[in-house]
């Protein structure tokens, strides 16, 4: 349901604000399979990246945000650590 996907993106967010990057990369990655859609999933799924040292699927899912959201307010952090990675 729409409300479980919010839940666990919610969810995915908290554990990356926490620092539990791996835990949060997989359930974005489910939220992700359920709406593929869905911003807040697919920056912080970079930013999850991004801390465990994968910058190649960081800056995968950053440029995804600045193609398909341009207006977004995540898109302009994305484009901070984009910025930082040389991109």
């Known amino acids: 349901s729409t409300?479980?996907?919010n839940r666990l993106c919610s969810a995915s967010v908290t554990l990356c604000a926490q620092g539990q990057f791996d835990i949060a990369r997989d359930q974005l990655l489910m939220v992700l399979e359920w709406n593929g859609n869905y911003p807040e999933a697919i920056y912080h799924l970079g930013l999850c990246y991004w801390n465990l040292s994968d910058r190649q699927a960081a800056?995968?899912?950053f440029n995804r945000m600045v193609a398909e959201y341009p207006g977004h307010?995540?898109?302009v952090e994305a484009?901070?650590?984009l910025a930082q990675a040389g991109q």
């Open 3 to 5: 409300e479980g996907v």
């Open 59 to 61: 800056i995968t899912y």
């Open 73 to 75: 307010q995540l898109t």
């Open 79 to 81: 484009q901070k650590l």
